[in-house]
């Protein structure tokens, strides 16, 4: 049967990674994989994650299974993270919850959800959207389109041009997939009075907020990052979350992930919960833990959580400062307008305003390695090597 296999080119990221890695020039720039790197270009585990990683060596009894949903102390201390500890939301119970595996097992939890209490669903996403998303909820069965976002030319957020469509194309009851933060690949997110207003528009259309929150901490900070999910469910009665702690608590390969499913009411929330349940079952049967307890026991633990503060305080300044270089770099003539937008912009991406061969270009001639839709991951530069690459890419354009 197999040789009816049809064969399929590698995801665009992933092949950008292996073509990177097998570069031997010593002076190689990585933009690739969104991947946090620090000043020597490593990776690190967390200080406060291998922290816990000791006590729970230590700790952990069992390797036994924890449940369809994971671990539930992970998910309330999670949810408290993101909507804060108070949120009505949460005290009434109204919130579904379940673990996933990573970001990406999350958003296909919530997909497959959607499909199964309204199978026609449309869910829109914008453009562009992380190169994944597509075929990743398109697969649970649901429909997908896209409303505008980005403008190639300011390097900004079209936001009327958002609402107009979605206006215009989007019935009652889709969905509208958004980045909480950090908008992946293009780094353009909602000010908070578009959040309010997209809120607004949400409710009064009776469209269903997706929210996606992947890099939420490596923005502008915890309160920043989470506002828009928060303004969100404070307006509209139905909203999902697909949250990742790949980025914020570096366990990328441990998948670590949360879906929660804001429903009307606590009776609802517990058939949505039913439902989670059943789709864990059918498609992973249990999600992973290890990375699951790890975020726990830092969260829990009043000085493990303030190493990782101070860890992703970091992280994101780190990014900060290499924005404002690449920036100060850039901003000669003609390149003005880029030179705005990478200062302005939040978390690991940016998406320069060039083309498939330039970004080709750069990976050929200069070993600077960035998606062909001219993402960059601004963690991957470093402050000696950010004048070449600002050369370079003033050279390309
Ligand atoms: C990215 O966008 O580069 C990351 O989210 C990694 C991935 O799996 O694509």
Redesign the pocket.
């Known amino acids: 049967m197999f040789e009816y296999l049809v064969p399929q080119p590698p995801d665009a990221?992933i092949q950008l990674m292996q073509a990177c890695k097998a570069d031997t020039n010593p002076d190689k720039i990585d933009l690739g994989?969104?991947v946090y790197k620090d000043a020597a270009g490593s990776t690190v585990i967390l200080d406060s994650v291998k922290k816990a990683e000791e006590i729970y060596w230590h700790q952990e009894k069992t390797k036994s299974y924890v449940g369809i949903r994971g671990n539930a102390e992970f998910c309330r201390l999670m949810l408290e993270l993101m909507m804060g500890a108070d949120h009505s939301a949460i005290a009434d119970n109204r919130i579904a919850v379940a673990q996933g595996a990573g970001g990406s097992g999350a958003l296909r939890l919530g997909a497959e959800v959607i499909k199964s209490a309204a199978p026609d669903t449309t869910v829109w996403a914008s453009t562009p959207t992380?190169?994944?998303h597509i075929p990743l909820i398109s697969s649970a069965g649901l429909k997908m389109e896209s409303y505008p976002y980005y403008n190639r030319e300011t390097l900004g957020v079209d936001f009327e041009d958002m609402l107009d469509h979605l206006a215009k194309h989007a019935k009652a009851g889709d969905v509208v997939l958004l980045h909480g933060c950090c908008h992946?690949p293009t780094g353009a997110d909602l000010s908070p009075q578009e959040w309010d207003r997209v809120a607004k528009f949400m409710k009064e259309r009776g469209l269903i907020p997706f929210i996606d929150l992947?890099y939420f901490g490596l923005g502008r900070g915890m309160a920043e990052d989470t506002y828009g999910l928060k303004t969100v469910i404070d307006i509209c009665d139905e909203v999902l979350v697909a949250a990742s702690c790949s980025k914020n608590f570096a366990l990328y390969k441990e998948r670590v992930g949360l879906i929660a499913i804001i429903c009307k009411d606590a009776a609802t929330a517990e058939v949505a919960n039913s439902q989670l349940g059943l789709i864990q079952r059918k498609l992973i049967s249990m999600p992973p833990d290890h990375g699951a307890s790890l975020v726990e026991k830092v969260l829990a633990t009043p000085e493990l959580r303030q190493i990782w503060e101070n860890e992703l305080t970091e992280m994101r300044e780190r990014m900060r400062g290499l924005r404002q270089l690449l920036s100060e770099a850039l901003n000669v003539q003609g390149g003005e307008v880029i030179a705005r937008a990478v200062k302005d912009q939040n978390g690991m991406f940016s998406t320069l305003p060039l083309s498939k061969g330039q970004a080709i270009k750069l990976r050929e001639e200069h070993s600077i390695y960035l998606t062909n839709s001219g993402r960059i991951n601004i963690a991957g530069a470093n402050s000696s090597n950010i004048p070449r690459l600002a050369e370079a890419i003033l050279n390309v354009l």
Do not use: D
């Open positions: 990221i994989v969104g992380w190169a994944n992946n992947a």
